[in-house]
């Protein structure tokens, strides 16, 4: 995070240490993901289980973790032992006292695996119990943590390729940890007032992204249970903002890229 710049023991801040304080990490949770990104790849290439990344985020000192009690252990032992070889780190042996501290962390990486597969709030307040405020602190923290993951592994991507299709995943991950929704419903997420409900609504009248939504009438989408007319209107517009504001980005990116070739 700081390299000595001369005999006198002047220090300067890295890029990487840099963006770790930006970010407000605990140094130990920026290098547990950094290092965690490294074992991915070494491990998967970047054909990365997202529950993957989700108990990697749990592992770090920055996450807020729900209580674990007796009654928990057997489902959480089951569910471990299916997701072991999809996981970055290694599960301990029952016999090790390390594995009961897996326990505990992979049931807080149960519930987000559950949320962002759209499980309804009642399932998750029955299955893990907690109260609804419990679940936003956690989704609150998570999200920052994975969006963390994403800046790291970006970073990384510029010294080494190899991390794109890491910093990908967990990039539409922290978009997917926030609304709790698919991967099939980030694209219509990122319209403002399109949330995990909207989204599945919207998914099930076959519109399944930005270019498909913003081609839509205001008399079509009335139609659908729950869009009324101004409704209707707020998200034609936000939808058309997105695409320009993305077809700006994709104009940025290609610009510096071509920058990037010409002065290497």
Do not use: C
């Amino acid at each position: 995070m700081i390299n000595p710049l001369d005999a006198n023991e002047t220090l300067e801040t890295t890029l990487y240490g840099l963006r770790v304080s930006q970010l407000y990490l605990d140094p130990e949770t920026a290098a547990t993901l950094a290092e965690g990104l490294v074992t991915a790849l070494e491990k998967f290439r970047t054909k990365i289980h997202p529950i993957a990344l989700l108990d990697l985020i749990v592992g770090t000192p920055d996450m807020i973790e729900l209580s674990f009690q007796k009654r928990d252990e057997k489902k959480t032992e089951e569910r471990l032992n299916r997701f072991a070889s999809k996981l970055i780190d290694d599960v301990p042996d029952p016999m090790d006292i390390e594995f009961e501290f897996r326990l505990r962390d992979f049931k807080t990486t149960l519930f987000l695996w559950d949320w962002i597969r759209e499980a309804p709030i009642e399932r998750l307040i029955m299955r893990y119990n907690i109260g609804s405020g419990d679940i936003r602190r956690v989704v609150e923290t998570a999200t920052w943590i994975v969006s963390a993951l994403a800046e790291i592994s970006e970073l990384k991507t510029r010294e080494n390729n190899s991390f794109k299709g890491l910093t990908k995943r967990a990039q539409s991950l922290s978009e997917r940890t926030l609304y709790g929704i698919k991967s099939d419903a980030v694209s219509l997420t990122r319209v403002k007032g399109i949330g995990r409900k909207r989204a599945r609504i919207l998914l099930d009248h076959g519109i399944r992204n930005l270019t498909q939504l913003s081609s839509q009438s205001i008399s079509k989408l009335k139609q659908i249970p729950g869009f009324g007319e101004e409704l209707a209107k707020s998200l034609l517009e936000s939808a058309k903002s997105s695409i320009e504001s993305v077809e700006l980005q994709d104009k940025a990116t290609i610009s510096d890229s071509a920058l990037n070739d010409y002065i290497h």
